[in-house]
């Protein structure tokens, strides 16, 4: 187990602890921008993402793929296979957030919607509207 899995595996215990009584969660990823910077933010939340990127948050964001799900385990282990696949493609905000280990290239925009559509198909959907 390399550094990455055994940092997850700790964070997943945690996070679904914390989230016990939520009934669904968003797998989401997001286009961060401002006069300086534009990348890519892979993330899990069990907020809305309009909450989650709230009117404090330092950066623009455009939704690019967001999906709703009940399991919550599930949504968690398809983040982790995304951050992992796309962890040589890492970006380094240069504004501080919660989240900002979980960011990347804008060149892989195309290879991650890809991807994340990819991943979402072996999990049951339910209506985001």
């Excluded at 890519?40 to 709230?54: A, E, H």
């Excluded at 198909?121 to 509207?129: E, G, M, N, P, T």
Aim: aromatic content about 16%; hydrophobic content about 35%; charged content about 35%.
């Amino acid at each position: 187990m390399d550094n990455f899995d055994y940092y997850r595996l700790n964070h997943k215990r945690k996070w679904l602890d914390n989230i016990k009584n939520k009934k669904y969660g968003y797998l989401y990823v997001v286009k961060l921008y401002n006069n300086n910077e534009c990348f890519i933010k892979i993330g899990i939340t069990t907020t809305s993402i309009r909450r989650r990127f709230n009117s404090n948050f330092p950066y623009k964001v455009n939704i690019v793929f967001v999906r709703k799900h009940r399991n919550l385990k599930n949504l968690y282990d398809k983040e982790t296979y995304l951050l992992k696949k796309f962890y040589n493609s890492k970006h380094i905000p240069k504004i501080s957030f919660i989240g900002e280990t979980e960011c990347f290239k804008m060149i892989e925009i195309k290879n991650i919607i890809k991807e994340a559509k990819k991943s979402w198909k072996k999990l049951k959907q339910i209506d985001f509207r």
